[in-house]
């Protein structure tokens, strides 16, 4: 038997879509007026060369990456233009944050690098969203502290659970916002995805990795063709839309280069004030920000420096597998927010990456390494099943279920790639089975979308994965052991899905191909979306929302929230963009600790360091500690 083929679908690949809609804008070139190399354009500095760091940057990152190091001042502005609010980065976040500051009174301007606004995946996972109240899915006060303690553990404790909290009390509500003022009235509608879960357990209590449902997708409206990722694309032009009908421009193919704080490019005293742009013509634009800026400015992973230093595991599959290769996303709003006092969370960063682990999809069958030997708990959510593949041998594994596994399904984790249901009469599938019928399985395996290879014989099985026969029989003879004694002696996989491989045919497929979307490290803040400085203190007149805000994830990307990066764009979106039209312009400093210090220090400390400015590298290299 061949070796399986392997297809990368909309559903093969866990939901989120392979194509980024975005459209290219004009090309990177460098800023002028920096002493290094601009971020994104992948250079490599000399091993000899080191330079002083922003105090922000994260311990580890290279005395040598001078991309980090903070550039000369912009001087040389051909335009200038005021407004309330600006908005850097037509993403979701940045449109939402737009959206919400116009609907404000703010007047607000919105510049993104690329020549129209971005959109990723489709699912948005909230909590207690009406259309999720209508279907039963109302979440108890208990219910969201399990969810944030839940998110806590998954990414190590080593995430901010005050944003995760926010997230549980408004992200239906904000949800709601987007879909009752700018949806409905157009015709977009709601589901839920495998809602009803047929399912025959709790997906919460007593799981090694709980499953909450919260996703929700955007159908498109009647008439319309819906693309790879449903209505979600559109559902984000309609934000975009709603803030120009508020009064919002729109400044595409406008590159942020530094932020203006008291008064100076790149100053690290006083009250952000604006942002400096590059436009498509090389000339530099002044966006003057009365109250205060939004960075909304995305991911680093198209910035090969970026990912070498703060998420060296995926900087070469970047480069390979990029599913969202967008230009624009090359870490800007991290570097601006350095530069000018921010603090950047520790290293490594988290990242979203997913493998298509087949037919099969996340389901806990049974999994073997290329030598047929088991190697972990199957029961695991679909990223953590796609982490499993990059410490493999050869970065394959093997998934493997037996003519059973249709029944099966239902006591499957609703998570990321899970198949979870077998649509088919499974009447019809016993009887095919039991008599051998291959045109009627392989016809069903089409008819579910599936493209499964199979064996009725181990031998034929490991003929079919490349594995020695006798050490797989081995593995199943264990497995099969354990299944019929309910319990797991070797990994712990509890009994409801320790099903035995005993039933032929045989089917299985690999652990497929394995891609990078998006890095998830950012600026560190409070819970209203401010930048923070070395003291904790908020940075008058930023704030920060999307994959530029940190704190939100740590390790990896935890699906046990499906569509949860969405929904923290939309909502600290709207926290951000109330915020800034809401702020006090005269506020050039907050009440502090750092305050105190510096009142009582006024010419340094007793050490010969400088006082901090205002989050900025003290001379005397005292700066609390970044971690």
């Known amino acids: 038997m061949k070796a399986p083929t392997f297809e990368m679908n909309r559903r093969s690949f866990l939901g989120l879509g392979a194509t980024a809609a975005v459209a290219a804008g004009f090309g990177l070139a460098g800023c002028s007026p920096q002493a290094s190399s601009s971020a994104g354009e992948g250079s490599t500095a000399s091993a000899a060369q080191t330079v002083e760091l922003p105090v922000g940057a994260p311990k580890g990152t290279p005395k040598t990456a001078t991309w980090c190091a903070v550039p000369e001042a912009i001087a040389d502005v051909a335009e200038e233009k005021s407004f309330d609010v600006v908005v850097v980065g037509a993403g979701l976040a940045g449109l939402a944050a737009a959206a919400t500051a116009a609907e404000n009174g703010a007047t607000v301007a919105v510049i993104e690098t690329l020549s129209t606004y971005q959109t990723r995946g489709q699912d948005i996972g909230t909590v207690n969203s009406s259309f999720q109240k209508a279907n039963g899915l109302e979440a108890s006060e208990s219910d969201i502290n399990d969810m944030c303690l839940a998110l806590q553990r998954y990414a190590g404790n080593r995430t901010d659970q005050r944003l995760y909290r926010v997230w549980g009390q408004r992200s239906g509500s904000d949800f709601d916002w987007w879909y009752n003022t700018m949806l409905e009235p157009k015709g977009y509608g709601i589901e839920i995805p495998r809602w009803p879960m047929e399912v025959e357990y709790d997906p919460v209590d007593g799981e090694w990795f709980p499953q909450f449902c919260n996703q929700q997708e955007f159908t498109v409206p009647e ?70 800026v939004i960075l909304a400015t995305g991911d680093y992973g198209h910035n090969e420096d970026m990912m070498q230093a703060w998420c060296p595991s995926q900087a070469q599959l970047a480069i390979d597998t990029n599913v969202y290769p967008s230009t624009g996303n090359v870490g800007d709003g991290h570097l601006m927010g350095m530069w000018i006092g921010g603090m950047m969370q520790g290293i490594p960063h988290a990242y979203m990456a997913h493998g298509t682990p087949g037919s099969l999809g996340s389901d806990p069958f049974l999994l073997v390494d290329i030598n047929g030997r088991r190697f972990t708990n199957e029961d695991i959510p679909g990223q953590s099943f796609s982490d499993l593949a990059e410490e493999q041998p050869q970065t394959v594994f093997w998934q493997i279920a ?44 089409t008819e579910q979308g599936v493209n499964m290879q199979y064996a ?53 497929s690999s652990s497929g191909q394995w891609a990078f979307m998006l890095t998830m490290g950012g600026l560190k803040g409070t819970e209203k979306a401010e930048a923070i400085d070395a003291w904790g203190n908020p940075i008058p007149g930023l704030w920060m929302a999307g994959n530029v805000q940190g704190m939100r994830f740590a390790i990896d990307y935890p699906t046990i929230v499906c569509g949860l990066s969405h929904s923290l764009c939309l909502t600290f979106g709207r926290v951000a963009g109330e915020q800034a039209a809401a702020a006090d312009s005269s506020v050039t400093e907050h009440e502090s600790v750092y305050a105190a210090w510096k009142e009582a220090n006024p010419e340094g400390d007793a050490a010969g360091g400088a006082a901090p400015a205002g989050g900025g590298a003290p001379a005397g290299g005292d700066a609390p500690a970044q971690g």
């Open 223 to 292: 008439g319309e063709e819906a693309g790879m990722n449903g209505g979600f694309p559109g559902a984000v032009g309609e934000l975009e839309a709603y803030a120009k009908e508020h009064g919002a421009e729109f400044f595409y193919e406008h590159r942020g280069r530094q932020l203006v704080r008291g008064g100076q490019p790149n100053g690290t005293e006083g009250r952000v004030e604006g942002v400096i742009a590059e436009a498509s013509d090389g000339s530099y634009v002044k966006f003057t920000a009365t109250k205060g």
């Open 456 to 508: 009725w014989t181990v031998e034929e099985l490991a003929e079919g994965i490349h594995v020695d026969a006798a050490t797989l029989q081995e593995t199943l003879d264990r497995y099969n052991g354990f299944a019929h004694d309910g319990y797991d002696a070797d990994f712990g996989k509890q009994a409801k899905r320790l099903w035995p491989v005993e039933t032929p045919p045989y089917f299985y």
């Open 402 to 445: 037996d003519a059973k596994y249709p029944e099966q399904l239902k006591w499957s984790s609703p998570t990321h790639g899970a198949q979870m249901s077998f649509s088919g009469d499974i009447d019809a599938w016993n009887a095919a089975i039991e008599t051998g019928d291959k045109a009627t399985i392989e016809a069903m395996l």
